[in-house]
């Protein structure tokens, strides 16, 4: 089956630095993938996805590219504020089967 | 709020024992699907309804079963509960067959003791 690997497991940034979380998947069949962000105790909330037919996708600060051939794909969060922190997912899924394989997750800790 | 509902929040109970946790999709949603959610194991699927049928299963105990109603809403049961049973459990719902965004509900936080 699918398996995503998640990278680094914990990222500490000054306010208004860059953070870059990247993820890796195994299965080349695999096309869509989104990220969440989950605060203590609450729901998964997705921020941005991106579909295998597209390189890169933003959305006001945040950035998400993928690289399919190399089988990778990553998150940027320009210009960090503390409401960032959080722990944030990257998944994959595919067509025929759109259960999400969840990566291990990245704290993003944000210094003010 | 993502629409998707999950009841009850929390829920305490001892090894041996059977409990229901309860979903209710955004309205026009077909999918439901459940996740568990433990401090080892990550974010993991467990299986997934479409209409009423059982589509796609991951890694669900035999322990564990679930069901979606007519109305939609979805059952996960959790039966002979073990302490590793203890985690956050969430639904999430998705449109059409083959729609790939999943919105998830709050979870339900069950401690088995």
């Known amino acids: 089956g699918e398996n995503v690997e998640q990278h680094p497991s914990t990222l500490s940034v000054q306010e208004g630095d860059s953070a870059v979380i990247k993820c890796t998947y195994s299965?080349?069949?695999?096309?869509?993938f989104p990220w969440y962000k989950q605060e203590l105790g609450k729901r998964p909330q997705l921020i941005i996805d991106i579909r295998s037919n597209v390189g890169e996708k933003k959305d006001q600060r945040i950035a998400v590219t993928l690289n399919k051939t190399a089988k990778h794909f990553s998150l940027h969060i320009t210009e960090t504020q503390p409401e960032d922190s959080a722990v944030y997912f990257c998944a994959a899924s595919k067509a025929g089967r759109r259960a999400l394989t969840f990566g291990s997750g990245t704290r993003l800790q944000v210094q003010p | 709020d993502s629409g998707v509902t999950q009841t009850p929040k929390h829920l305490i109970t001892a090894t041996g024992q059977r409990v229901t946790l309860r979903c209710s999709p955004r309205?026009?949603?077909?999918?439901v699907y459940w996740y568990q959610q433990s401090l080892d194991q990550g974010l993991q699927f467990l299986i997934q309804y479409y209409n009423g049928e059982e589509r796609a299963k991951g890694n669900i105990l035999e322990r564990f079963s679930a069901q979606q109603f007519p109305d939609l809403h979805s059952e996960l049961n959790l039966s002979s509960l073990e302490l590793g049973d203890s985690a956050l459990y969430f639904c999430?719902?998705?449109?059409?067959?083959?729609?790939?965004?999943?919105?998830f509900g709050p979870g339900t936080r069950l401690l088995v003791l």
């Open positions: 309205s026009g949603d077909l999918s």
């Open positions: 999430a719902s998705s449109g059409s067959w083959g729609e790939e965004t999943q919105y």
């Open positions: 299965d080349s069949a695999s096309n869509y």
